[in-house]
């Protein structure tokens, strides 16, 4: 078990596509090694819900969510789940701006940046499981939000892509904006 380094902006790793994996990939010891790896890294921080293996430089389409009550999020419940080959299968109704941050998008300072993202509330996903069982799965508020985040990881693609660069705020201004109810 090893805490990786958390690739930042403007690293080009970052900006790879993530390939798919084999049936034989997802159950080898070295890829299980590296969600254990993933799942250290993201305890190390305090912030991270879900982490995609980009983001510690390894193009390969594995995503683990780890959602657990933040600094930012106290009400949120556990869940965890591990996520290969993730893609979007369909989207329901219109996108919705919400708040979000990313361990690979820091100041520099080290502190995360945050915007309001346009994102789906719901959502159709296809996916293969820690076992290899392929799974379609329906769904919507924070966990399709997430979700939406980490496969624009495997995509090559930063929150910061899909906003106007002047939406990106401090950790501080965030806290404002959420304490005032915005
Ligand atoms: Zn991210």
Partial sequence: MTIRKVLTTPDKKLRSRSRELTMPEMKSAKTKELITDIYETLNDGEYGVGMSAIQVGEPLAITVVMIRPTPNRPNLNYYN????NLKILKTFGEKKPMWEGCCSVLDDNGNLLYAKVPRYERIKVKYC?????????????????VLQHEIDHINGILFTDLIPI??????????KAQKSGY
């Fill in 166 to 175: 002047t939406n990106i705020v401090s950790q501080e201004e965030y806290r």
């Fill in 129 to 145: 499981n820690e076992i290899g069982e392929i799974c379609t799965a329906t769904v919507d508020g924070f966990l399709a939000h």
């Fill in 81 to 84: 789940q591990v996520y290969f």
